[in-house]
Each structure stands twice: as C-alpha cells, then as structure tokens.
Nanobody, 120 residues
Framework: QVQLVESGGGLVQAGGSLTLSCTAS????????MGWYRQTPGKQRELVAR???????NLADSVKGRFTISRDNTQNTVTLQMNGLKPEYTAVYYC??????????????WGQGTQVTVSS
C-alpha cells in the first residue's frame, strides 16, 4: 500500500496562489499516474489535474491557464501550483497515485485530503 502525504492547503484570498505537494512512500510496484482531485460536500470527487511518468498532463477545463502540475519521479512527488484562485475552487483536495505494471493490477491510492479555502 502506497502512503500519500499532502501539504500546502490553507486559506487564501481570491486571486491568490497556493502550492500543494504530495509525496508517495516507496513502492515496489511502479507508480504510474499521479495527480489531484477535489471534492465539495454533496458532490462527487472530480479531476483537477493528472500527470503520467513521462510528464504528459491532463487538466480540468476550469483550471487550465491557472494551475500547473509537475512531478519528480526520483522523489515520488507531485506538485500542483494554483494561481488566480477563485472562491469556487474551495474544496478538499486529494492527492492520487495509481500503481501497476506488467506483473501487477492497477490500483488507486488516495491521500487524506487537504482543505483549500478561497475567500471572496
């Protein structure tokens, strides 16, 4: 089981910036995609941004041009730089990692979540 430890959430004014970081524990099974999802009360968890081992990214339309995702494969970290924050981005943000490979089934891992609150 891969452990994901998140940091960087908090309270920020609209238009401000925050950086979320997540570190995955050592894994015998290869870590493929990493990324961030978010969830608000009463709604389903939704994709914010994902990045594969090669650095290809997938960002939600609502954050394109504002958020940047990056990763360091040597450190098993993924970082989400959030600029131009809006109140509607307020949510619990969850780090995500998928492990798997030729000899292993894909498996999704989740962090404990970090609160991001954007005040108007």
């Amino acid at each position: 089981q891969v452990q994901l430890v998140e940091s960087g959430g908090g309270l920020v004014q609209a238009g401000g910036s925050l950086t979320l970081s997540c570190t995955a524990s050592e894994s015998v099974v290869p870590i493929n995609d990493m990324g961030w999802y978010r969830q608000t009360p009463g709604k389903q968890r939704e994709l914010v941004a994902r990045i594969n081992r090669s650095g290809s990214t997938n960002l939600a339309d609502s954050v394109k041009g504002r958020f940047t995702i990056s990763r360091d494969n040597t450190q098993n970290t993924v970082t989400l730089q959030m600029n131009g924050l809006k109140p509607e981005y307020t949510a619990v943000y969850y780090c995500y990692a998928q492990t798997g490979g030729v000899s292993w089934y894909p498996y999704d891992h989740w962090g404990q979540g970090t609160q991001v609150t954007v005040s108007s």
